[in-house]
């Protein structure tokens, strides 16, 4: 079966730090990743995709970017973080461009 | 632009009742749909889906009814337990990109009071 994994579950960064969050797929190939921040008590946001290796794309014009290096691995990262940065970031995989996306446990960064 | 919205922000219900959340969608497009359980801290948890050419579809307590005609979707959970109360997201997916964007809802708090 297919499992996605965040780390680090939590995380207090000051203002002006760097920021890199990781997120791993297993049990599947080539699968479409997803970046998506949740502010308190908010919707989700869709930040950045993947359809492949190399291959991302953003959805909003932010301080962050993204990566993915391996066909399973999807990382979000920031230079210099701001105290809007502060969210519940979540990963999330889906096989194909027209079906359902799953979650993983998201990381709650909190920006001080 | 294109939103998903939600009627009610937060329902509460008594433990054995049946609960409907509903959601309203503007993008005539959409042809997919999801409803997301969220729990406090949790990444969504996928419940059930519905695709534009069908009306409803069953799962295990919960029910989906999709009218295209007023761009209205809405869940049910039948025999409502302590364990459903969460976040409750529609999202929709109106096609025509490779990588299935997805666009969700603001969320309605479910609470089960036993």
């Known amino acids: 079966s297919q499992t996605i994994h965040q780390w680090p579950a939590t995380l207090v960064q000051p203002v002006g730090s760097p920021l890199s969050l990781e997120c791993t797929v297993e049990?599947?190939?080539?699968?479409?990743l997803y970046w998506y921040r949740q502010a308190a008590g908010r919707g989700l946001q869709l930040l950045f995709y993947?359809?492949?290796?190399?291959?991302i794309s953003s959805e909003v014009p932010q301080n962050l970017s993204a990566s993915r290096p391996q066909d399973r691995q999807f990382i979000l990262s920031s230079k210099k973080l701001l105290l809007s940065d502060s969210g519940f970031y979540l990963c999330?995989?889906?096989?194909?461009?027209?079906?359902?996306?799953?979650f993983g446990p998201g990381t709650r960064l909190t920006v001080t | 632009g294109e939103s998903v919205g939600l009627h009610l922000p937060t329902l509460s219900v008594q433990e054995g009742d049946n609960s409907i959340i509903n959601c309203a969608y503007s993008n005539s497009a959409s042809d997919y749909f999801i409803w997301y359980k969220q729990e406090s801290g949790k990444g969504p948890q996928f419940i059930i889906d519905?695709?534009?050419?069908?009306d409803k579809r069953q799962g295990q307590r919960v029910t989906v009814l999709l009218n295209k005609t007023v761009k209205h979707l809405s869940l049910q959970i039948a025999a409502t337990q302590p364990g459903d109360s969460a976040v409750y997201f529609c999202?929709?997916?109106?096609?025509?990109?490779?990588?299935?964007?997805?666009?969700f809802g603001q969320g309605t708090i479910l609470t089960v009071h036993p």
């Open positions: 049990g599947t190939s080539n699968p479409n």
């Open positions: 999330a995989w889906s096989l194909s461009g027209t079906g359902e996306q799953y």
């Open positions: 519905i695709r534009s050419n069908m």
């Open positions: 999202a929709e997916n109106a096609g025509g990109t490779s990588y299935g964007k997805l666009t």
């Open positions: 993947s359809v492949g290796i190399g291959q």
